[in-house]
């Protein structure tokens, strides 16, 4: 463990012991519901979880390497944008996938790209925003959020 996690664990239980002497009724209460919230959410964790790493096992590196790696950086950044747009992943759930890829060769900026499209871009959430903002703002938005996520990306690219 580095020495940012224990940093974060001390905080924690200091942070903990702290609420439990100004409420312990309050803190336990609050400890019980985020443990009934963890209940529910652990079964779809677990299958999306299962999900990509029957994905990371059934792609070859070689394809990993070839789509997102150093072939050509423009375009592979650019295709995964465009995956990251129409995919729909928890962010707690895509950033361990991003470093699955990184592992098996893939390129930071495509990586970024994704990730930055995965939380920016909405395909999947079109129909919706467009419902409840207008057709103008959710083409404006997702357009504008696509091309500044390429721009990310390759500044990350720089910058790494």
């Known amino acids: 463990m580095d020495i940012f996690s224990i940093l974060l664990w001390i905080i924690t ?3 903990l012991i702290v609420s439990l002497l100004k409420d312990k009724e309050r803190t336990i209460t ?6 009934n919230m963890m209940k529910n959410m652990i079964g779809e964790i677990f299958a999306v979880l299962f999900i990509i790493g ?7 590196p070689e394809s990993i390497n070839t789509f997102m ?18 995919t729909l992943i928890p962010a707690f ?14 390129n930071v900026v495509p990586l970024v790209a994704f990730l930055t499209t995965l939380t ?5 959430t079109f129909p919706l925003e ?9 083409l404006i938005r997702n357009i504008l959020s696509f ?12 910058v790494i």
């Not at 050509?72 to 990251?84: E, K, M, P, R, Y």
């Not at 996938?97 to 098996?104: E, G, I, T």
């Open 13 to 15: 239980i200091i942070f």
């Open 93 to 106: 759930v895509a950033f361990p996938l991003a470093k699955s890829l990184l592992d098996r060769g893939a």
């Open 69 to 86: 790696g150093d072939s050509n950086v423009i375009l592979s950044t650019i295709g995964s944008a465009f995956v990251g747009s129409v």
């Open 54 to 60: 029957l994905m990371i096992t059934l792609i070859p």
């Open 130 to 138: 467009k419902r409840e903002f207008g057709l103008k703002f959710a």
């Open 30 to 35: 609050s400890m019980k519901m985020g443990r």
């Open 120 to 124: 920016m871009v909405g395909v999947v």
């Open 147 to 158: 091309g500044f996520a390429v721009v990310i990306a390759l500044v990350m690219g720089g």
